[in-house]
């Protein structure tokens, strides 16, 4: 399988969690959406020439949320990323639905308004604190965010709070995130070294792109 991918990206992050949880190995394609070949490589399998986006026996997904039910779906050898129960189910699918409909989207507006102005509106603000806050909430209920185990759910918001590093966002407030945070980094012996290669490609992006933003 091949993955068209930039760890700088959340959503390319999620998908390779995704495929060490369950053990797939991945041809992983470098991809630089700000370059043109890159781009029209992309666009062949991918009209909208998004990353990440996943080639199999032909077959292309992009949508890392599709990406990562469909790596389930087709690979896992059980179904406790992506629970068959249904109600177990429906909750890792709400959580699911608020990262990409709340909190990420709230995340990445923060991201795109500090690049663009180096400083994020009361507003901006005030919508990210209201999605943090029911994430403390989410992940106080249980052991996990959506199950007493790791799902979907859990590596998904992880890559949303792990964004808030391009704003230097403190989380001090939210002790139950950051416990959570610690808990789900741990379900990966590898984290470390995945973090380091987050950390140093996002430097090297935001020297090249984003000058005058500090991370």
């Known amino acids: 399988m091949e993955l068209y991918s930039d760890i700088v990206s959340p959503p390319c992050q999620n998908v390779l969690l995704v495929a060490k ?64 129960d249904t109600k177990v189910r429906s909750v890792v699918n709400q959580r699911l639905f608020f990262d990409i409909g709340t909190l990420y989207k709230n995340v990445l507006a923060c991201i795109d308004a500090t690049v663009a102005e180096q400083r994020l509106s009361e507003e901006l603000r005030g919508k990210l604190r209201q999605a943090l806050d029911l994430t403390e909430k989410f992940v106080t209920e249980r052991s996990f965010i959506a199950a007493d185990h790791l799902t979907l759910a859990d590596i998904f918001v992880l890559g949303s709070i792990t964004a808030l590093e391009w704003i230097k966002y403190d989380l001090e407030q939210y002790p139950s995130i950051r416990g959570w945070v610690r808990k789900v980094t741990a379900e990966f012996p590898d984290y470390s070294d995945f973090y380091k290669q987050i950390r140093e490609d996002t430097k090297q992006y935001i020297a090249t792109h984003c000058p005058d933003l500090q991370y």
Do not use: C, F
């Open 21 to 84: 949880r369950l053990g797939i190995s991945l041809s992983v394609k470098k991809s630089n959406i700000h370059d043109a070949a890159d781009v029209a490589a992309l666009t062949k399998l991918n009209p909208q020439h998004t990353i990440p986006t996943l080639v199999d026996d032909g077959h292309a997904i992009w949508e890392s949320y599709a990406i990562a039910i469909y790596l389930v779906e087709n690979y896992a050898q059980d179904d406790m990323l992506y629970p068959k």
